[in-house]
């Protein structure tokens, strides 16, 4: 296999690690859009009663995509390749064996799931004698019963800060 076959993957596998997304990270009460910041917001205390773990399922299809579009990319510069090695024309059996690897690669990547379940906290707070319950994605180790603020950005959706830090992870 030539040395510009090898470049192609390896730009490739460098793309979709650059551009891989944490799926859920924009789900988090502690993640702001563009719009949110600078912008004013409703914020009371609430006092947080319970934290149980929870698990929240999100949008994975940003992953999805680049898998189908890097496996398409590995599989048409692999295919092309070693076509081109094993064929009587080289150009030909580069050409289709590259279309077919670039078929799998797609098909492939259609394996990465477009929704998957993230690490999350069902909190129960109590707000003006009422007690209520929130889904949050997040860690347990993020909150704890006591005050916390929380911000509603409509009417329906809150989002309860962090207040508590985790502890750092242990080195092994």
Do not use: W
Not at 15 to 25: M, R
Not at 72 to 89: E, K, M, Q, T, Y
Not at 122 to 144: K, P
Request: with cysteine; glycine share 12%.
């Amino acid at each position: 296999m030539s040395s510009r076959l090898l470049i192609v993957p390896t730009l490739a596998l460098a793309t979709v690690l650059s551009a891989c997304a944490t799926p859920g990270e924009e789900n988090r009460a502690d993640t702001y859009t563009a719009d949110q910041v600078n912008a004013r917001q409703e914020a009371q205390v609430i006092n947080i009663l319970a934290v149980l773990p929870a698990r929240v399922q999100v949008d994975n299809s940003r992953n999805r995509k680049n898998a189908q579009i890097v496996g398409g990319l590995l599989g048409a510069a692999l295919g092309a390749g070693l076509g081109a090695g094993f064929s009587g024309n080289p150009a030909a059996g580069g050409t289709l064996a590259g279309l077919g690897g670039a078929g799998a690669g797609v098909a492939g990547g259609s394996l990465v799931a477009d929704k998957v379940l993230v690490d999350g906290v069902s909190l129960t707070y109590e707000q003006a004698g009422h007690t209520f319950n929130s889904a949050q994605v997040g860690r347990a180790c993020e909150y704890h019963p006591g005050k916390a603020v929380m911000v509603m950005t409509s009417p329906t959706v809150t989002r309860v800060q962090p207040n508590a830090t985790c502890p750092p992870p242990v080195k092994s």
